[in-house]
């Protein structure tokens, strides 16, 4: 099967860390770039952090900055996103994509309490 899933969300403390993975399936991972988005209720979605096939290559949305890490470990076929010193605006599902190929998993809730 072609997919991505999500695991790793949760409730988390305000200043608390949690890591997501994204377990790719059925596509040349090490092939694509891969990217975190988050959309949290009434909002659109965002990119929050991508990188490249290799992982040599990452970007974040400026807020993130700082406190979240991208990375990836082709010979599982898997990215992560490690987040640290969160806060409630935080608080969103999180997805991941593969972005050359247009895949999104179903996402992960990521809850920070206040």
């Known amino acids: 099967q072609v997919q991505l899933v999500e695991s790793g969300g949760g409730l988390v403390q305000v200043g608390g860390s949690l890591r997501l993975s994204c377990a790719a399936s059925?596509?040349?991972?090490?092939?694509?770039?891969m990217a975190w988005y988050r959309q949290a209720p009434g909002k659109q979605r965002e990119l929050v952090a991508r990188?490249?096939?290799?992982?040599?290559?990452?970007n974040y949305k400026d807020s993130v900055k700082g406190r979240f890490t991208i990375s990836r470990d082709n010979a599982k076929n898997t990215v992560y996103l490690q987040m640290s010193s969160l806060k409630a605006e935080d608080t969103a599902v999180y997805y991941c994509?593969?972005?050359?190929?247009?895949?999104w998993g179903q996402g992960t809730q990521v809850t920070v309490s206040s």
């Open positions: 059925g596509i040349k991972f090490s092939f694509n770039p």
């Open positions: 990188i490249s096939s290799g992982g040599a290559f990452t």
């Open positions: 994509n593969a972005v050359d190929i247009g895949l």
